[in-house]
C-alpha cells in the first residue's frame, strides 16, 4: 500500500489567461450569423464581407468616407443641448446628456460643416447615432437649419446624411417643431434651384422620416437601412395586419418609390458625385 504515501506532482492548473482571445478580436453579424475577425470588417468599411450586412458607423466615419481629405470645416461645433423643460423620466434630461457627452464623440446627435465631394463644395449634415440614438432636439434642427442656409448664401448643394431614432421627446413639443423648421428651410433651397441630397442609413425613423430625410431631389439609402415613421410592431397592433416582408426596409421603400437609389457603402462617394454632377447641372 506504499503508492498511496508517494509524492504525486500536483495537477497542472489550467491557466485561464493562456489561449483567451483579446476582447474585441471577434464579431458576429447579426445578419448572417457567421462571426468574424473584427479587423476584417472595418477594413471592409464595417460591411460584413460574407453577406453585405452594414454595420453602423459613426459621424466621423461618415464624413471621412464621404468627403475629399481633409476638405471637412466643422460650424457650430460648439452649440449643445440644455435641459430647459427641466425634464425627468428614470433619468433627467440633463443625466442624459452628460452621460452621452462622456462617451467623447459628438457633442450633441450631428455634426454639421463645408466640404467638397470630388472638388465640388457642398454642406455636409451627419447625424451620430450614438448621441441619444440620433434624436432631433432643438439644437439638431437649429445646426440643420444654419447648414442649409449656408448652402442658401454660398450656393453649395446640401447633403444630410440620416441616422436617428426620430424627434427628443425630453424636449416636447420644441422638438417636433424641427420638423417643421427644417422643412422650411428646405424649400427656400428647392426655390433658389440648390440640390439636396438626403442619404438614409440605418435607422431613420420617426419625426427625421416624417421632414427632411424624404424632402431630397434624390433620396440615396444604404442597403437594408430600416426607413419608416412609427415601427413595424406598431403598426401591425394598429391596423391589425399582418406586415409584408422586408416592410420599411429601402428595398421595400426604393420598390414603392420612396427611395430613389440603393448605394453599397463602398460605392457611395462616387454615386453621391455623380448624383450631384448631374443636380448642379439642371439647376444651371
Known sequence: ???????????????????????GLWTK???CSETLITKDIEDNLNVCPKCSHHFRI?????IELLLDAGSFTEHDANVVSVDFLEFKDSKSYKARIDAALAKGGSKDA?????GAVDGLAVQLAVFDFSFMGGSMGSVVGEKITRAIERGLQQGNPVIIVSASGGARMQESILSLMQMAKTSAALAKLKAKGLPFVSIL?????GG?????AMLGDVNMAEPKALIGFAGPRVIEQTIRTKL???????EYL?????VDIIVQRGEMKSTLSRVLGMLCKVAA
Open 1 to 23: 500500500m506504499s503508492w498511496f504515501k508517494r509524492n504525486k506532482a500536483p495537477m497542472a492548473v489550467r491557466d485561464e489567461k493562456k489561449g483567451k482571445a483579446p476582447e
Open 29 to 31: 453579424c447579426p445578419s
Open 58 to 62: 459613426s459621424a466621423q466615419q461618415r
Open 110 to 114: 450631428i455634426i454639421c460643416g463645408a
Open 201 to 205: 442609413t440605418d435607422p431613420t425613423t
Open 208 to 212: 427625421v422620416t416624417a421632414s427632411f
Open 244 to 250: 409584408p416582408e422586408g416592410f420599411q426596409r429601402a
Open 254 to 258: 426604393l420598390d414603392h418609390g420612396m
